[in-house]
């Protein structure tokens, strides 16, 4: 069993940055493709960002591409989604998720694990 645990959100200002970090308690496979997910309020989940862990190719949203970096330390089992320029509405719970696949994986397709989330809110 995979456990994966979100940390790093918090309140910002408009215009400030966060970064988020993804802690896996371990891997049982090194490709597994990583990446992020949030949910605001009363809106549907959305596909943030991922990483591939079969070649390192990393896909954004379009919502988020341009301000959003993600990047992964294997040796740590850690992912890191660097957010500059956020947005009151990028405010949601962010949480990770890992799976054997990238495709569709922003949809949620091929999720084998979910993680728990971290909130960040954006306001002034």
């Known amino acids: 069993e995979v456990q994966l645990q979100a940390s790093g959100g918090g309140l910002v200002q408009p215009g400030g940055s966060l970064r988020l970090s993804c802690a896996a308690s371990?891997?049982?496979?090194?490709?597994?493709?990583v990446g992020w997910f949030r949910q605001a309020p009363g809106k549907e989940r959305e596909g943030a960002s991922y990483?591939?862990?079969?070649?390192?190719?990393?896909s954004y949203a379009d919502s988020v591409k341009g301000r959003f970096t993600i990047s992964i330390n294997k040796s740590k089992n850690t992912v890191y989604l660097q957010m500059n320029s956020l947005k009151p509405e990028d405010t949601a719970d962010y949480y990770c998720?890992?799976?054997?696949?990238?495709?569709?994986?922003?949809?949620?397709?091929?999720?084998?694990?979910w993680g728990k989330g971290t909130q960040v809110t954006v306001s002034s």
């Open positions: 998720a890992a799976g054997v696949s990238a495709w569709g994986f922003l949809y949620g397709y091929g999720i084998d694990y």
């Open positions: 371990r891997f049982t496979r090194d490709d597994y493709t």
């Open positions: 990483v591939s862990g079969i070649d390192g190719s990393t």
